[in-house]
């Protein structure tokens, strides 16, 4: 992790710019897609957590929440979405489509938020992982030792390719 950890310090990106108003929780489930065009955001919900900063921070949780088919298979017994479907967009093209148009270059945040989740601190492992409602914690943790394990290695095998 110190490696990874020294990787990302090197590749800080710039100053964004001006700060902007941060939803802090940008995930699918968060929006509302209009009926007849489903391509169509026609509300964003839960803003509790909204602060103002860095408007990469939203990038880089969409990314975190957005799973997709080719993912490792660790990943799957945590995070399932309609987006590993076929004809929903990769993260790839996701932060093509950011940068075309918000001309920030967001390089490197999905990589930050995967380390993140690898910290625990002293709180609850359990808010780490996205459990639906009436999910047991115990049971749900029973991996956990090995998704954190395929998560730093995961984040270092991101490291060490070329951007």
Not at 2 to 11: C, F, H, Q, S, V
Request: charged share 30%; aromatic share 6%.
């Amino acid at each position: 992790m110190n490696e990874t950890a020294a990787w990302l310090i090197e590749r800080l990106p710039p100053d964004s710019g001006a700060p902007a108003l941060v939803h802090n929780d940008t995930k699918l489930d968060n929006v509302m897609l209009d009926p007849r065009d489903p391509a169509r955001v026609v509300a964003v919900l839960d803003w509790e957590m909204c602060t103002v900063g860095d408007p990469l921070i939203d990038l880089g949780l969409l990314l975190c929440y957005w799973p997709q088919a080719d993912d490792p298979e660790v990943f799957a017994g945590s995070l399932r979405s309609v987006t590993m479907a076929p004809g929903w967009m990769k993260r790839a093209e996701i932060v093509e489509r950011y940068a075309a148009r918000s001309g920030r270059r967001p390089l490197g945040h999905r990589l930050l938020l995967h380390i993140r989740n690898l910290q625990t601190g002293g709180g609850d492992p359990t808010d780490l992982l996205p459990l639906p409602r009436g999910t047991d914690a115990r049971r749900a943790l029973r991996d956990f030792d090995k998704r954190v394990e395929a998560l730093a290695k995961w984040a270092r095998s991101m490291a060490q390719k070329k951007f």
